[in-house]
């Protein structure tokens, strides 16, 4: 969801499917938040780029070089790339947004973005220490 969205905003277009090249130029059409080396802030456009690149390189889409490449080698039976679905499989960690609209508390569900078990990715971690060199990306 953009940055500086209200909490209703938010609330009403959480099932808005943006497409990375949107989320790119909306960012980008954003003044910096601080001169660069002098602060921190979270974001998720480096992941919508490395996105947009990997696609461009491979001509692949995400979910399917993280199936060939990451999810298929290490074989985590719980995780999934759920690409534009609100719906992710069940157990899954829980995200509630908390907003004030006219003066009163609300909130709101919301799930997003890859997802794993715990155990799918203890599993894939300690696979991932013994795969050979020279496999990944």
């Known amino acids: 969801m953009p940055y500086g969205t209200t909490g209703k ?13 949107e989320l790119v130029r909306l960012a980008l059409s954003k003044p910096a938040r601080f ?10 456009t480096n992941y919508v780029l490395a996105r947009l690149l990997i696609e461009k390189v491979t001509g692949r889409s ?6 060939q490449r990451i999810l298929g ?6 995780t999934v790339v ?15 947004y908390r907003y004030e609209e006219a003066g009163r508390q609300k909130n709101a569900l919301a799930t997003a973005g890859s997802c794993t078990t715990a155990s799918a990715a ?14 990944g990306w």
Do not use: C, K, Q
């Open 9 to 21: 905003e938010w609330v009403d277009n959480r099932f808005h499917t943006y497409r990375p090249e």
């Open 35 to 44: 001169e660069p080396g002098t602060g921190w802030s979270y974001s998720n």
């Open 62 to 67: 995400l979910a399917e070089e993280m199936r």
């Open 73 to 78: 080698p290490l074989g985590p039976s719980g």
């Open 82 to 96: 759920p690409d534009a679905s609100p719906e992710i499989p069940e157990p899954h960690a829980h995200i509630y």
């Open 122 to 135: 203890a599993r894939a971690d300690s696979r991932s220490r013994t795969a050979p060199r020279g496999t």
